[in-house]
């Protein structure tokens, strides 16, 4: 079964940082771009960051440009977002999501349809 | 930016009836455009890519169309899981943008 769990949410003052996790398993995570996506409480889809199969590309919002880091290590199925100078509209529910297309031998990253979500981690900004 | 707008906020139905759902991107985004399903305490499940093909699984009941600016996500009879949010996401450019979701309440 493929299944993405997030983990690393938590509760940080402004000007902190925290690094989310998440861990993929069902399918050869190598083979396809990831994202971030954030909800925060009762509003809507919010895209933060994306990053290629090998690593080697990534797209960020302008939101979190500069404060943000999207990475992966692919021997560990594992996808990670390092989040620094955090603000109280950065709290949100942190979902990871698995791009729909298999992009092995892809030198760009491509946009793309996100075919699973996981549950997602809860970073809360607050003094 | 595209900036994508979902209409209506909340769409109040009858199990059995029809549904529609509408998404317009503020450019063109050819046939770029996803449709999400989000029900409390569950993961979001892809119904729809490229407008109109649906995700592995999605009822027949559930069908997309469209291309450009305007889209619609169809559902032929409600039943009861349906009841849920739905956004659309257009994914022609960077940065991705989704609508602000249409909640489909029990009337």
């Known amino acids: 079964e493929v299944q993405l769990l997030e983990s690393g949410g938590g509760l940080v003052q402004p000007g902190g940082s925290l690094r989310l996790s998440c861990e993929a398993s069902g399918f050869t995570f190598s083979s396809y771009a990831m994202s971030w996506v954030r909800q925060a409480s009762g509003k809507g889809l919010e895209w933060v960051s994306a990053?290629?199969?090998?690593?080697?590309?990534?797209y960020y919002a302008d939101s979190v440009k500069g404060r943000f880091t999207i990475s992966r290590d692919n021997s560990k199925n594992t996808l990670f977002l390092q989040m620094n100078s955090l603000r109280a509209e950065d709290t949100a529910l942190y979902y990871c999501?698995?791009?729909?297309?298999?992009?092995?031998?892809?030198?760009?990253?491509?946009?793309?349809?996100?075919?699973?979500w996981g549950q997602g981690t809860m970073v809360t900004v607050t003094s | 930016e595209v900036v994508v707008t979902q209409s209506p906020a909340t769409l109040s139905v009858s199990p059995g009836e029809r549904a529609t759902l509408s998404c317009r991107a503020s450019q063109s985004v050819s046939t770029n455009l996803a449709w999400y399903q989000q029900k409390p305490g569950q993961a979001l499940r892809l119904l729809i890519y490229?407008?109109?093909t649906r995700a592995t699984g999605i009822p027949a009941r559930f069908s997309g169309s469209g291309s450009g600016t305007e889209f619609t996500l169809t559902i032929s009879s409600l039943q009861s899981e349906d009841f849920a949010v739905y956004y659309c996401q257009q994914y022609n450019n960077w940065p991705l943008t989704f609508g602000g979701g249409t909640k489909v309440e029990i009337k």
């Open positions: 990053i290629s199969g090998s690593g080697s590309n990534t």
């Open positions: 999501t698995k791009s729909r297309r298999d992009s092995s031998g892809w030198t760009q990253l491509s946009t793309d349809a996100f075919d699973i």
């Open positions: 490229t407008a109109s």
